[in-house]
């Protein structure tokens, strides 16, 4: 046979395969193929290896079909069969289906933008009818070339002339068994295959894994043997080319952080990236660079607390599709929101509405305060210069025609559950299940709470959760010039008179008229929960309508702390002065 075939690569294709065990990794793995640009034209082929009404990532799955240009197949499982069969029957099909393909599992990452391009160029000049990493393997006293690491790219036409539906009927040796001595010690098991060396007996299609079945079968075809897969010392690898620049490894020496500041946007992709916290780290870090060009604000109220040093990603409870992601990129420890229960006690947040009066707001007073923004504030971040440390959103039309923009906040979100299907970025993110049985959730551990008719009530059971024992409501105006039916759908006509900004629901947004008589029965349970507990909440909004809480000046009430920050500053500077005077 040649050593490769002519086809060329007019679409670039990529098989993934996962199973039911491997559904969040998978799920990892397609965000971060949504995060990033192939720079070319790539198709994607997803072969699911169980019942299809197995699958628990849906909303992941159909975004990702939505994206990418995709299929999806699921494959009935035979229950006799094992697994390391039925993912050798699904590479066989796409052998003989692609001209060529990039075979990747959840224990892929990838580390660039336009990741394929390299490999697409590598696959062109290709010698042989694969392209990737060649790994070894201590096989009694020696150390041989084994097989492809996953992540490699085959050539489906050269491939059909030496792979058949024989390989999973004949009995052969396997080739590396005598090799190993009989007091030796197995070889580990090798990625996620599952798979030891030694104790295939049997050496075929339903044993082996297809990294290890093909490269055997390509090196019996180099030597010309007739016997069955001859004999390992003899094969020719010294011919064969590794590509390590473009497939790396992930051994046991390369930790989170050497992912993320070693090989990030140095090699085009990653195999045997066992950890999961290793992954999300990964699509953080892709997340926040992807997202670098545009301006960055900082967080107001960072925030130190005794079980929340520094930022720790948030959880979800284990039955949900969300994984637990990060507060901030370069996290990976879990923080649930029980963890957040109570942590602000004895501080003071701000609630920033969307008001007009955000005009006669001179919002940068509060830079150093604990915020929360709501729906579409960060129109507002150029004039307040900093970005909100907490954001709730729970209006399905805010969050349906700007997820894209929402992904973008750094802050730490609570939006509604039913939106995890248009947000990609969720290592940021707690869903929320809104219940109408309660009408104020002093306490959020199982992530519900009532929407209230208005997303400040949202923002102040959060706040509550979280211990703040002061909330005060700036930009709450409680009044739109335009009216109507409460929650009824309009499309706006024109520039936006109701909030701060023109295009806040500019012309072609779909919104809700507001019910601001309910909005009012939801506050007024509100300031009853948090007076009898000792706490209270303030409405320095100027010039509000709304009369429910006591009313104070918002530049009095951040006077105090305008003039701390001003000390602080004027220490610095006096100290940088003397420093080099």
């Given at each position: 046979?040649?050593?490769?075939?002519?086809?060329?690569?007019?679409?670039?294709?990529?098989?993934?395969t996962?199973?039911r065990?491997?559904?969040?990794?998978?799920?990892?793995?397609?965000l971060?193929?949504?995060?990033?640009?192939?720079?070319?034209?790539?198709?994607?082929?997803?072969?699911?290896?169980?019942?299809?009404?197995?699958?628990?990532?849906?909303?992941t799955?159909?975004?990702?079909?939505?994206?990418?240009?995709?299929?999806?197949?699921?494959?009935?499982?035979?229950?006799?069969?094992?697994?390391?069969?039925?993912?050798?029957?699904?590479?066989?099909?796409?052998?003989?289906?692609?001209?060529?393909?990039?075979?990747?599992?959840?224990d892929?990452?990838?580390?660039?933008?336009?990741w394929?391009?390299?490999?697409?160029?590598?696959?062109?000049?290709?010698?042989?009818?694969?392209?990737?990493?060649?790994?070894?393997?201590?096989?009694?006293?020696?150390?041989?070339?084994?097989?492809?690491?996953?992540?490699?790219?085959?050539?489906g036409?050269?491939?059909?002339?030496?792979?058949?539906?024989?390989?999973?009927?004949?009995?052969n040796n396997?080739?590396?068994?005598?090799?190993?001595?009989?007091?030796?010690?197995?070889?580990?098991?090798?990625?996620?295959?599952?798979?030891?060396?030694?104790?295939?007996?049997?050496?075929?299609?339903?044993?082996?894994?297809?990294?290890?079945?093909?490269?055997?079968?390509?090196?019996?075809?180099?030597?010309?043997?007739?016997?069955?897969?001859?004999?390992?010392?003899?094969?020719?690898?010294?011919?064969?080319?590794?590509?390590?620049?473009?497939?790396?490894?992930?051994?046991?020496?390369?930790?989170?952080?050497?992912?993320?500041?070693?090989?990030?946007?140095?090699?085009?992709?990653?195999?045997?990236?066992?950890?999961?916290?290793?992954?999300?780290?990964?699509?953080r870090?892709?997340?926040?660079?992807?997202?670098?060009?545009?301006?960055?604000?900082?967080?107001?109220?960072?925030f130190?607390?005794?079980?929340?040093?520094?930022?720790?990603?948030?959880?979800?409870?284990?039955?949900?599709?969300?994984?637990?992601?990060?507060?901030?990129p370069?996290?990976?420890?879990?923080?649930?929101?029980?963890?957040?229960?109570?942590?602000?006690?004895?501080k003071?947040?701000?609630?920033?509405?969307?008001?007009?009066?955000?005009?006669?707001?001179?919002?940068?007073?509060?830079?150093?305060?604990?915020?929360?923004?709501?729906?579409?504030i960060?129109?507002?971040?150029?004039?307040?210069?900093?970005?909100?440390?907490?954001y709730?959103?729970?209006?399905?039309?805010?969050?349906?025609?700007?997820?894209?923009?929402?992904?973008?906040?750094?802050a730490i979100?609570?939006?509604?559950?039913?939106?995890?299907?248009?947000?990609?970025?969720?290592?940021?993110t707690?869903?929320?299940?809104?219940?109408?049985?309660?009408?104020?959730?002093?306490?959020?551990?199982?992530l519900?709470?009532?929407?209230?008719?208005?997303?400040?009530?949202?923002?102040?059971?959060?706040?509550?959760?979280?211990?703040?024992?002061?909330?005060?409501?700036?930009?709450?105006?409680?009044?739109?010039?335009?009216?109507?039916?409460?929650?009824?759908?309009?499309?706006?006509?024109?520039?936006?008179?109701n909030?701060?900004?023109?295009?806040?629901f500019?012309?072609?947004?779909?919104?809700?008229?507001?019910?601001?008589?309910?909005?009012?029965?939801?506050?007024?349970?509100?300031?009853?929960?948090?007076?009898?507990?000792?706490?209270?909440?303030?409405?320095?909004?100027?010039?509000?309508h709304?009369?429910?809480?006591?009313?104070?000046?918002?530049?009095?009430?951040?006077?105090?702390?305008?003039?701390?920050?001003?000390?602080?500053?004027?220490?610095?500077?006096?100290?940088?002065l003397?420093?080099?005077s």
């Amino acid at each position: 046979m040649t050593a490769s075939s002519e086809s060329g690569l007019d679409c670039f294709n990529v098989v993934f395969t996962f199973h039911r065990a491997e559904q969040q990794s998978a799920r990892t793995l397609l965000l971060l193929l949504m995060a990033l640009e192939e720079g070319v034209e790539t198709q994607y082929f997803l072969y699911y290896e169980d019942d299809e009404s197995t699958i628990v990532i849906q909303d992941t799955l159909a975004r990702f079909l939505k994206t990418k240009r995709a299929t999806f197949t699921s494959i009935q499982r035979d229950e006799t069969a094992n697994r390391i069969s039925i993912r050798n029957h699904t590479l066989f099909t796409a052998i003989q289906q692609h001209e060529h393909f990039l075979a990747i599992a959840p224990d892929c990452v990838m580390l660039q933008n336009q990741w394929a391009v390299p490999l697409h160029e590598a696959f062109l000049q290709r010698q042989q009818p694969f392209v990737g990493r060649l790994q070894r393997q201590q096989i009694g006293d020696r150390t041989l070339i084994t097989h492809f690491s996953s992540g490699a790219l085959y050539d489906g036409i050269a491939l059909r002339e030496i792979i058949s539906e024989e390989l999973f009927t004949v009995q052969n040796n396997n080739p590396w068994r005598s090799l190993i001595g009989a007091d030796a010690p197995s070889p580990a098991e090798t990625e996620s295959f599952g798979f030891d060396l030694a104790q295939a007996t049997v050496f075929n299609g339903n044993t082996v894994p297809y990294p290890y079945l093909v490269f055997a079968r390509y090196c019996q075809e180099l030597t010309g043997s007739d016997q069955a897969l001859g004999w390992p010392i003899d094969w020719p690898t010294s011919v064969l080319e590794s590509r390590g620049d473009l497939v790396a490894w992930a051994d046991a020496s390369v930790s989170t952080t050497d992912l993320v500041n070693t090989y990030l946007h140095q090699v085009p992709i990653m195999g045997n990236v066992q950890n999961d916290a290793a992954r999300r780290a990964v699509l953080r870090a892709v997340e926040s660079r992807r997202l670098g060009d545009r301006q960055s604000y900082p967080l107001g109220g960072v925030f130190e607390c005794p079980t929340v040093v520094g930022d720790r990603p948030v959880d979800v409870p284990a039955n949900e599709e969300v994984e637990p992601g990060g507060l901030r990129p370069d996290n990976s420890e879990p923080v649930s929101i029980e963890d957040l229960r109570g942590q602000f006690a004895g501080k003071r947040c701000f609630i920033i509405g969307n008001g007009p009066s955000l005009k006669q707001t001179d919002l940068t007073r509060l830079k150093g305060e604990y915020t929360f923004g709501l729906n579409r504030i960060y129109l507002n971040y150029p004039n307040m210069g900093f970005e909100p440390t907490f954001y709730c959103c729970v209006n399905t039309n805010v969050l349906t025609q700007f997820g894209h923009e929402i992904d973008q906040l750094n802050a730490i979100k609570f939006v509604k559950k039913q939106s995890a299907n248009v947000l990609n970025n969720h290592w940021n993110t707690f869903f929320m299940q809104s219940q109408g049985a309660i009408r104020f959730h002093e306490d959020l551990k199982d992530l519900t709470w009532h929407e209230g008719w208005t997303v400040t009530y949202c923002a102040m059971q959060v706040a509550y959760h979280l211990g703040f024992e002061e909330v005060i409501l700036v930009g709450v105006d409680h009044y739109f010039k335009d009216s109507g039916e409460p929650n009824k759908a309009v499309t706006a006509t024109g520039e936006d008179a109701n909030h701060f900004h023109p295009n806040y629901f500019g012309k072609g947004v779909v919104w809700q008229y507001p019910d601001l008589e309910r909005s009012e029965e939801s506050y007024t349970v509100a300031k009853q929960v948090f007076e009898r507990d000792g706490r209270r909440i303030l409405d320095a909004t100027v010039g509000g309508h709304l009369q429910i809480f006591p009313k104070v000046d918002f530049d009095q009430v951040t006077a105090e702390a305008i003039a701390v920050q001003q000390k602080a500053d004027t220490q610095t500077e006096v100290s940088f002065l003397s420093h080099y005077s």
